[in-house]
Every structure is written in structure tokens, then in C-alpha cells.
């Protein structure tokens, strides 16, 4: 690679203490190394600000602020960043040495890539649990299915076009209404079909707790946002939606015939019963 640009490398960091030290090291060990690492620290704990206050490497910047979610921190990173490209990472997850050169190869040689993006392996308890392979697409495929990770290589030029993270989404999901706004204005997702990402798959992580305690809130805000699109798109959005009553009610009907619920409904005789005779005396 004649060119060497600098890139950006942006790490919010919330409560992370344990797994910091392994995402620096992951672009420390990269095999292109004109990076600079910004860090910021989203209103974290005590002991990961004793840790993070720890750090002395001559291309890292730490910097704080308040709880505002990963999107507000996102954003102050880039603010402050000098490179022209910047990789986002998330405090517990970690890249394979040379993800770093293959993707802004990809970028310097393909205009129209705005994201470079790979497949990914699902860590828990240092065992790799499974594989995740990103396909990318288009902004009609984007608007259903997020085509990349979050934590990919991106032009900073994209960051500037769709003026940035969307702050008010703190509760998860920024990163595909990201990528939605960013194919929107017609920059290419790149994948690079190698496993050269690991996403830590941790019991109380942020994903999770979007999955199941926002997921409503979070979809019916996208869809609102960028209504146009799936106005656009509507005979694929009723498929969409369509298909996920369909696998609703199957759901449903596999939970009435599972043996949990039919236990269930065993153990719940007895109260039944005393609630019904309860009734019967008050009649």
C-alpha cells in the first residue's frame, strides 16, 4: 500500500474495565499502523476510569462525558479524530491483525465504498459460538436487514454526508439507522468474506437488552424516520411484516403444544380451582 493515510480508530467505552486492554491491542497488532485511537469514555464506572487513567500509548486520546450512549460518544470521537478514515470498536469486541489493510485497500481502490464491513465470529467465554456472514446491499435490502456491523471502516466523508450518529437512539440499533442514511445517499457496503471480527456475546450486553426490552420502540422509530423508503418499498414491507405475525402465530402455537406450558397449565389448577370457589362463595 503506497498511500498511508491515518485512520481513526473510535472506542466508546461503557463499564468495558475488562476487555479494553484487548480491543487496543487488536489494532496495536494490526499489520497497518498509521492509526490513532480515540477514547471515549461514556460516564463509565470507577474501576474502568482507574483503568482507562492507566493508559499511556503516544497515539491515544481518552476523553470523557456524562452517560449519553454510544452515538453521542461516536460523534465527539470523529469530532476529534485527524484521520480521513475511521474504524468504530466497541470496548469488548476485538479484530483479527489484518482487517485494518484489506479494508482500506478495498476503500482507496473502490470510490463508491463508503463501509467496508466482514464476517464475524460470536464469542462467549473465549469460545467462538458461531458465525456471522454479513451480505451488505442496497438501501431497499438495508431498510429490513442492517448489512453490516457496527464496528466496521468507514469513510468520514459518509459520518459527514448524513451529519453524523443519530444521538437520540441510545438505546441500540444507531448503527443500522446509520447505514440506512449513509446507503441513502448512495455510497456501496463492501463485505470482505473472512471471519476478521469477533463480537463478544456477553449475558447483560447492550444488543440483548435492545432485543428485548426496546425492540418496538426502536423499530417503530426507524420506520417513522425513514418512512419515505419503506413507502417506497411497500409491497416488501407488507411481505415483511406479514412474515413476522406469520412467525408469531407459529410461535404461539408451538409454545401451547411445548411441554413447559402444558405444565404450566397444570401447576395452575390448584389456584384455579381456588379462585373459582372463592367466585361461587361471593355468587
Not at 469514555?41 to 476510569?49: E, V
Not at 483503568?51 to 491515544?60: A, E, F, M, T, V
Not at 409491497?235 to 402465530?249: A, H, P, V, Y
Request: aromatic share 12%.
Amino acid at each position: 500500500m503506497e498511500i498511508q493515510p491515518l485512520v481513526s480508530v473510535i472506542i466508546p467505552c461503557y463499564n468495558d474495565y475488562e476487555f479494553i486492554y484487548q480491543a487496543i491491542n487488536s489494532i496495536n497488532d494490526q499489520d497497518y499502523k498509521n492509526v490513532e485511537i480515540i477514547i471515549v469514555d461514556d460516564g463509565s464506572d470507577l474501576k474502568t476510569k482507574e483503568i482507562l487513567k492507566n493508559i499511556s500509548q503516544k497515539n491515544i486520546q481518552i476523553f470523557s462525558q456524562e452517560n449519553s450512549g454510544p452515538s453521542t460518544a461516536r460523534n465527539r470521537a470523529i469530532k476529534e479524530s485527524k484521520g480521513d478514515y475511521f474504524l468504530t470498536l466497541d470496548a469488548d469486541d476485538y479484530f483479527e491483525p489484518s482487517f485494518l489493510s484489506k479494508g482500506l485497500n478495498i476503500l482507496l481502490e473502490n470510490e463508491s465504498v463508503g463501509i467496508v464491513s466482514c464476517w464475524y465470529r460470536i464469542v462467549k467465554n473465549d469460545i467462538i459460538r458461531g458465525v456471522c456472514k454479513l451480505e451488505g446491499g442496497n438501501v431497499n435490502e438495508i431498510i429490513f436487514n442492517n448489512g453490516a456491523s457496527g464496528n466496521s471502516l468507514y469513510r468520514k466523508q459518509c459520518w459527514i454526508d448524513v451529519d453524523g450518529y443519530d444521538e437520540k437512539m441510545r438505546d441500540g440499533f444507531e448503527d443500522w439507522e446509520f447505514h440506512i442514511r449513509i446507503v441513502e445517499v448512495n455510497w456501496d457496503i463492501y463485505i470482505i468474506k473472512e471471519e476478521l471480527f469477533n463480537y463478544r456475546d456477553k449475558n447483560n450486553s447492550r444488543n440483548k437488552k435492545a432485543n428485548k426490552l426496546y425492540r418496538k420502540s426502536l423499530h417503530k422509530y426507524i420506520y417513522f424516520k425513514h418512512k419515505h423508503l419503506y413507502i417506497n418499498n411497500f409491497e416488501e414491507t407488507l411481505d415483511m411484516l406479514l412474515t413476522k405475525i406469520e412467525k408469531l402465530e407459529r410461535r404461539g402455537v408451538t409454545l401451547k403444544n411445548s411441554n413447559e406450558y402444558k405444565l404450566g397449565k397444570f401447576v395452575l389448577i390448584p389456584f384455579r380451582m381456588v379462585k373459582f370457589f372463592f367466585r361461587k362463595l361471593k355468587e
